[in-house]
């Protein structure tokens, strides 16, 4: 998963990066600089993603 798979994900459950951050138990900051390519989306924050949000499609 990268930078931009990340943010359309949050964009698409109509999440702020606030609301996103909590779901994932990271800090807003954390979210906006994965969104913007500058940390990578780490293998636990990726894992959370797909568990709370039975996100399934492959491309994540």
């Known amino acids: 998963m990268n930078n931009v798979v ?12 606030a609301d996103f951050a ?3 138990g990271m800090s807003t900051q954390q979210v906006g600089r ?3 390519g500058s940390l990578p989306v780490s293998t636990r924050a990726r894992a959370k993603l797909l568990a709370n949000f039975d996100v399934s499609n492959p491309t994540f």
């Open 22 to 24: 909590q779901m994932l």
């Open 34 to 36: 994965i969104e913007t």
């Open 6 to 17: 990340f943010k359309n994900a949050r964009l698409f459950l109509d999440k702020t990066q």
